[in-house]
């Protein structure tokens, strides 16, 4: 069983910037963070494959602007997210699935966390 425990959520000004922090137990071949909004449907965010190269991927809304890294020796997954928006305001959720060809389809990843909240004022 994989466990993953997301921090670093929270609330900032339109513009500002927060990292979240994901600690796991166990890596696997695809990690990365959804989030889901009130009264919308998840979206995946960012995400990165650990099978040879390190591919990223990132939702057309945060390019540019979000970052994902993995810190191996710390066991511990980051999302940068610089020049926030309102619109960025949703629980994100750390994710992972240890199958090849699960691909980017984010919401669909075997592990999630439980949550970290983060709020955009505008």
């Known amino acids: 069983q994989v466990q993953l425990v997301e921090s670093g959520g929270g609330s900032v000004q339109a513009g500002g910037s927060l990292r979240l922090s994901c600690a796991y137990t166990?890596?696997?071949?695809?990690m990365g963070w959804f989030r889901q909004a009130p009264g919308k449907e998840r979206e995946g965010v960012a995400a990165?494959?650990?099978?040879?190269?390190?591919?990223?991927y990132y939702t057309d809304s945060v390019k540019g602007r979000y970052t994902i890294s993995i810190d191996g020796a710390k066991n511990t997954l980051y999302l940068q997210m610089n020049n926030l928006k309102p619109e960025d305001t949703a629980m994100y959720y750390c994710a992972a699935d240890p199958w090849v060809d699960r691909g980017f389809r984010l919401t669909e990843y075997t592990y999630r966390g439980q949550g970290t909240q983060v709020t955009v004022s505008s």
């Open positions: 166990r890596s696997q071949y695809y």
């Open positions: 990165i494959s650990s099978g040879g190269s390190f591919i990223t």
